[in-house]
């Protein structure tokens, strides 16, 4: 059974820090492409930020600077949030692929994905 478990989500101020774990297990994901994403009530799931086995990341343009992503090629995948926003308030999702050649920003690459953390920053 593959699982991904979120954890690290909780409320914060503006401008404060949160970092967000994912931690996977049932197989070894040292070769997969690791991604964050995020969904606020009534719209499409938005990518995050990904990371490929080798240490290769991408961006959303609205995370850019102040995201950052990681791996432990093992079984964690992390990502630190800092100069937080009102407009990140979301549930936090963390999903695997096994298509490495390009990193997607598309939910339908992915083919696994965690149950989610309420990221919540107050004004």
């Known amino acids: 059974q593959v699982q991904l478990v979120e954890s690290g989500g909780g409320l914060v101020q503006a401008g404060g820090s949160l970092r967000l774990s994912c931690a996977a297990s049932?197989?070894?994901?040292?070769?997969?492409?690791m991604a964050w994403f995020r969904q606020r009530p009534g719209q499409e799931r938005e990518f995050v930020a990904a990371?490929?086995?080798?240490?290769?990341t991408k961006y959303g343009d609205s995370v850019k600077g102040r995201f950052s992503i990681s791996r432990d090629n093992a079984k964690n995948t992390d990502l630190q949030m800092n100069s937080l926003k009102p407009e990140d308030t979301a549930v936090y999702y963390c999903?695997?692929?096994?298509?490495?050649?390009?990193?997607?920003?598309?939910?339908?690459?992915?083919?696994?994905w965690g149950q989610g953390t309420q990221v919540t920053v107050s004004s």
């Open positions: 999903a695997a692929t096994a298509v490495t050649t390009v990193i997607s920003s598309w939910p339908t690459s992915y083919d696994y």
């Open positions: 990371i490929t086995w080798s240490g290769g």
């Open positions: 049932g197989r070894t994901f040292r070769n997969y492409a």
